[in-house]
């Protein structure tokens, strides 16, 4: 595990960043024009669901090993936290907390075996 901690660190910065980003660009959005709530919903779960295909992307690019197991810890991290904050809020798994907690681990496995298959530049 300590050979994966400085890719999920940096995994995870990102994560936050590109949510915090994200979050106040479609605040913004909301507060402008009328938004249902259905478009929130979707739209909380694209930025969740992105934000850990950056992460797992990042952090492979990283460690450059084990796309699979990289998208799998962020994925299970991220969904773990989810799963906890929908059964502190709703006193159960409701089907929106499920759905988020789906696309997490999806997004996040492919974020880590994109983030092995492509070449890393720069040097």
């Given at each position: 595990m300590q050979f994966y901690k400085k890719g999920i660190i940096a995994g995870f910065f990102m994560l936050i960043v590109f949510i915090m980003a994200s979050t106040l660009v479609f605040g913004t959005i909301m507060t402008l024009i009328d938004v249902?709530?259905?478009?929130?919903?979707?739209?909380?779960?694209?930025?969740?669901?992105?934000?850990?295909?950056?992460a797992s992307y990042v952090s492979t690019q990283i460690v450059r090993n084990n796309?699979?197991?990289?998208?799998?810890?962020?994925?299970?991290?991220?969904?773990?936290?989810?799963f906890v904050i929908c059964l502190i809020a709703n006193?159960?798994?409701?089907?929106?907390?499920?759905?988020?907690?789906?696309?997490?681990?999806?997004?996040?496995?492919?974020?880590?075996?994109?983030?092995i298959n492509t070449r890393k530049t720069g040097k």
């Amino acid at each position: 595990m300590q050979f994966y901690k400085k890719g999920i660190i940096a995994g995870f910065f990102m994560l936050i960043v590109f949510i915090m980003a994200s979050t106040l660009v479609f605040g913004t959005i909301m507060t402008l024009i009328d938004v249902t709530d259905e478009i929130v919903c979707i739209a909380g779960t694209l930025i969740l669901s992105t934000g850990c295909f950056l992460a797992s992307y990042v952090s492979t690019q990283i460690v450059r090993n084990n796309g699979l197991m990289q998208g799998l810890i962020v994925g299970g991290i991220v969904s773990f936290v989810l799963f906890v904050i929908c059964l502190i809020a709703n006193k159960s798994l409701t089907n929106a907390c499920f759905e988020k907690i789906v696309c997490c681990t999806l997004f996040s496995i492919i974020g880590g075996i994109k983030g092995i298959n492509t070449r890393k530049t720069g040097k």
